[in-house]
């Protein structure tokens, strides 16, 4: 896989689709807690989040990862990983994912409560129902938001981590939600 530096120089960030990229640092430090999370074999399925995919798979290739993105431009970074997902559309996506995530990656691309009960809708049909859990990536200024939606198990209520998100070029303040009981401690110096 290539590097989120080549992916960057490959593929500017289309505002209009609400695109803003994840700074190489970030990237890697999420890649990172998430590799600390599976083994090679976990079914994770990355929505939204084009840049973690690339750096998680750039760290450590796991066959059981997929891409759900709306932008096409990226399937060629791994096609039979690419999985075309318009959260407008949240029931449409291959039967094969239906119960099997076992870990997923989301960067919702609207700040509001219509998007996140859209994904919530694909997330309670693709995640495994026991061993599912969500790492959430959005923006604080949403965090009230997450509380309404992701209320109830086994995909809520979610816990703040300590990982740090930045951007280029975007100044919100991000932070990383997750779904299971100790997510809090994931990015804690003396966590995961
Ligand atoms: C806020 S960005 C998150 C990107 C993340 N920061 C990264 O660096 O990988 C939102 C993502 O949602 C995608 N997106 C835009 N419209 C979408 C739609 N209708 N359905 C699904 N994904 C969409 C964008 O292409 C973009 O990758």
């Known amino acids: 896989m290539v590097s989120v530096a080549e992916f960057k120089l490959a593929f500017g960030e289309d505002w209009q689709l609400s695109q803003f990229w994840y700074s190489e640092e970030s990237a890697a430090t999420i890649a990172e807690h998430i590799h600390s999370l599976c083994t090679p074999s976990t079914n994770i399925a990355f929505l939204c989040c084009p840049t973690a995919f690339v750096a998680f798979q750039h760290k450590k290739r796991l066959e059981n990862a997929k891409l759900l993105?709306?932008?096409?431009?990226?399937?060629?970074?791994?096609?039979?990983?690419?999985?075309?997902?318009?959260?407008?559309?949240?029931?449409?996506?291959?039967?094969?994912?239906?119960?099997?995530?076992?870990?997923?990656?989301?960067?919702?691309?609207?700040?509001?409560?219509?998007?996140?009960?859209?994904?919530?809708?694909?997330l309670k049909q693709?995640?495994?129902?026991?061993?599912?859990?969500?790492?959430?990536?959005?923006?604080?200024?949403?965090?009230?938001?997450?509380?309404?939606?992701?209320d109830a198990p086994p995909i809520g209520p979610l816990r703040k981590t300590s990982i740090e998100i930045e951007h280029g070029q975007l100044a919100n303040d991000f932070a990383c939600w997750g779904s299971w009981d100790g997510a809090e401690n994931l990015g804690k110096s003396d966590g995961n």
């Open 69 to 122: 993105e709306f932008d096409q431009r990226f399937a060629i970074l791994s096609p039979k990983q690419f999985i075309p997902y318009d959260i407008d559309e949240p029931d449409v996506f291959p039967e094969s994912l239906r119960g099997k995530v076992e870990i997923a990656v989301a960067d919702p691309p609207f700040l509001n409560e219509v998007t996140n009960k859209k994904l919530l809708q694909t």
């Open 126 to 150: 693709i995640l495994h129902p026991t061993k599912g859990k969500l790492l959430l990536l959005t923006s604080t200024s949403v965090e009230k938001i997450i509380e309404k939606v992701y």
